[in-house]
């Protein structure tokens, strides 16, 4: 059975930080490219951070860059979200998503967690 848990998220104060997981099962993680997506109240769901299968690479949106660091160890089948210095904004439910990668070319197989939700309020 195919599946991404993520866990971590919670209430937190401005400047605070947490740590979202996200874990695999049913599915090799090595041959995927990880994402963190966030759905704000009433918005749209948005890219936060990527990951290439090997991690040697990694992008971020611009409103999270120097705060948010993806990472991901292919052999716990697990992929973290750092997420310093909290903003009231940041809040929203965040997801995974892996995106297969064959070679150079996304095959269209990918697969959603069922989110976790973040809250940064004083």
């Known amino acids: 059975q195919v599946q991404l848990v993520e866990s971590g998220g919670g209430l937190v104060q401005p400047g605070g930080s947490l740590r979202l997981s996200c874990v695999a099962s049913?599915?090799?993680?090595?041959?995927?490219?990880m994402n963190w997506y966030r759905q704000p109240p009433g918005k749209e769901r948005e890219l936060v951070a990527a990951i290439t299968p090997t991690g040697d690479a990694t992008n971020y949106a611009d409103s999270v860059k120097g705060r948010f660091t993806i990472s991901r160890d292919n052999l716990k089948n697990t992929v973290w979200l750092q997420m310093n210095s909290l903003k009231p904004e940041d809040t929203a439910v965040y997801y995974c998503?892996?995106?297969?990668?064959?070679?150079?070319?996304?095959?269209?197989?990918?697969?959603w967690g069922q989110g976790t939700q973040v809250t940064v309020s004083s």
């Open positions: 998503k892996a995106e297969e990668v064959l070679g150079a070319i996304n095959s269209g197989v990918d697969y």
């Open positions: 049913g599915f090799t993680l090595s041959v995927y490219m």
